[in-house]
């Protein structure tokens, strides 16, 4: 099964990389880099978040040729949502499992405060609010001038984020938190209207970026959850398989 892995604000997609080798062999782990980072760094940075959605999915629909989950971090968990829809909507397979990782639900966010550009005063601040960059980092001026650029544009996103009511995702939804971040229970409950299927919250020690200091209990609960799904899957088919097989032989 594939791992479709969406960087988080200011992050680039190839931080997941590592998973690769503390995720079981069976789970092909698949950065999905975003346009202005990475190896994308040439291409314009995206700011519409719907936009980059359906971009996404145009690029990724003829790849999904097996079984596939989404997982996002924050704005990532926003964007992994939206391009799970997008791929619906271009009749891709849905998706076994949505992974959504610090983020409220996107039916009760409220990101009318990141609609403006900030300054790099106000982004600095907001890196050091979120306790997810060393201060080694911050105090980089090289660094950070390639740095503010993407985080900029990335809180765009977050502002210009519009939800629109549809049909619950006919797959499995897993949301994770942390116990002291800023994203509460209740907004991370409220994921569940977006399922048709199973829901499932897990909250973490840690702040905002739990997704680092507890990297190994969440890469464990990933892995856990796919494979129960692939389970599950592998169950239905021999299921069907029996069915078929017995149909054939009544008839």
Known sequence: MRLLCLPYSGGSAMFYARWRRLLPSWIDVYPVEWPGRGARMDEPLATDPGALASQLARELGAQLDAPYALFGHSLGALIAFELAHSLLDRGAPAPAILFASGAEAPAVRDGSKWRLPLSDEELLRELRNLQGTPDEALLNAELMQSALPVLRADFLMCGAYVYRPRHPLPCPVHVFGGVDDDTGRESLQAWRQETSAEFTLHMLPGHHFF??????????????????QSGRSIGLHRSEDHERVLRTATH
């Open 211 to 228: 997704i680092h200091t507890q990297q190994a209990e969440l890469i464990d609960l990933i892995g856990a959850a796919m494979a129960l």
